[in-house]
Structures are given as C-alpha cells and as structure tokens.
C-alpha cells in the first residue's frame, strides 16, 4: 500500500521520505541492527523512483542512522543522529526494551499573544502574535510527554497549515525556512502537574512531572522557537551522560 507523499513539487519528495523514515527511526519505529524494508519496497510503498528512494537513504546514512551492508541489507546503525544537539543530561524512557513507537499527535495549533516569557526569549514585544503548536507523545495508546512550541508568526506564518503530527520540526525548519538549529539552552525542574497539563497527560494533578524550557538557537545565535515539555514521572527518569 502506498503512503502518501505531496507531489505537488512545495516539497522535495526524497526529503520527505527522509523525514518519514528519521522519525520512525528516532521514534523507536525501529531498533539497532534491524533491517529496513528494500528499495524496491520503498518504491511500492512511495510511489516514487529509485534515484529518489537512495537519495532518501543517503541523508539517513549521512546521519549515522543507517548503514549498508552487501549481502544483507541496509540496517539501522544508531537511534541518535548526527545532527542532534549532544547532552550530558536526556530522558530515558523506563522499560526501553519494549519495542514500541512513539506516536505523536497535535493537540492544537493557533495563533496567540505572546506573553512576557515568550517575547523575552523570542526577542519579541509582549502581545505580538506567535504560533503556539500543542503536541503529544504516545506510547501503547498512554500519553508519555506533552511539548508547547511557539514560533515567531511574521517569521513563519504557513507554519499553520502545515501537519506536525507527520513533519518534524526539525526537519520544517531546514527544509521549509532553510534554518539549522546549532544550539539551544534548556532548563529542567522538577514540578507539580497542573490540571491542563494533567488532563492531557491523564495523571492526577499535582503528580510530580519534569518541566523543561528549551530555546533553540540556529547558527547565527537567532532563537527561533521556544519550546515547553512536561515528562511524566512514571514514565522516564534523567539520564546523565559522563566521560571518565
């Protein structure tokens, strides 16, 4: 069964195809060492050529995420690309060896004020319109982590009419805006949740969750967006990451 691309040309259809298969990747569609469906496979699957499927493939292996080996097949090399911000600080998930994807959904996506945080952060006066994008991570049908992004509406202001629970971000930003993120800071507390935010991640409010505030930040030090996650507690735990 085909999956459906945009051929309508906005889009380079190997990018999305990259991006498709970088989420399912990263998202734990996939493991380590486990093999990726053929090119021809891909082709059926697409609609597309094979030029296209490879050059899908060689962004993916150019991430560190896949690697290709005669007489066996193409296979996932690592979960973390290249690409993505190195920490010493992540969330873990509890119970990693389920093999399980991470399914994410859009709560809501609309243009609102942007209240004094936000500005600050986005270099913005208070009350100037900013694109607010809700999302939420599941695993097995349980809602995992709730993310809040808000964007600059005058710097992207189609970023409305695009879908974010099939496009990444990430991948919006360098393919639509021509953006790569460099950086970001991030702060992380450890909170009570509340009632919003407990409704949509189905826990008790005033159950413990991780908050972080994350600014990204491309490669001329812009902020682009700022972005607010809450963890569920139960459900992962800090991990840090030490050279010796």
Not at 21 to 28: A, H, K, L, P, R
Not at 81 to 89: A, D, E, F, G
Not at 105 to 121: F, L, M
Not at 201 to 212: H, K, N, P, S, V
């Amino acid at each position: 069964m085909k999956q459906k691309l945009d051929f309508s040309g906005r889009e380079q259809l190997y990018y999305q195809i990259y991006d498709i298969m970088f989420q399912e990747i990263v998202n734990g569609k996939y493991a380590e060492k486990d093999l990726l469906p053929a090119e021809s496979e891909l082709m059926e699957r697409y609609g597309v050529s094979r030029a296209t499927v490879r050059r899908a493939m060689d962004l993916l292996k150019d991430e560190g995420l896949i690697e290709k080996k005669r007489g066996y097949g193409t296979y996932v090399k690592s979960l973390v690309p290249k690409s993505y911000n190195r920490k010493t600080v992540d969330f873990v998930w509890k119970h990693q060896g389920e093999k399980q994807e991470l399914i994410k959904k859009v709560v809501s996506q609309q243009v609102i004020p942007a209240d004094e945080e936000t500005a600050g952060w986005l270099h913005l006066e208070p009350g100037v319109p900013v694109i607010e994008i809700v999302r939420l991570w599941y695993k097995k049908e349980e809602p995992m982590y709730l993310e809040k992004s808000y964007l600059d509406y005058q710097w992207i202001p189609e970023a409305l009419e695009r879908d974010f629970a099939k496009e990444s971000l990430r991948m919006y930003y360098v393919n639509r805006c021509h953006v790569k993120m460099a950086k970001a800071e991030e702060e992380i507390y450890a909170v009570k949740a509340g009632k919003d935010e407990a409704e949509l991640l189905r826990i008790r409010e005033g159950d413990a969750i991780f908050f972080t505030k994350r600014i990204p930040s491309d490669e001329q030090g812009v902020h682009r967006s700022f972005v607010k996650s809450y963890y569920r507690g139960d459900c992962c735990y800090l991990g840090v990451k030490q050279e010796l």
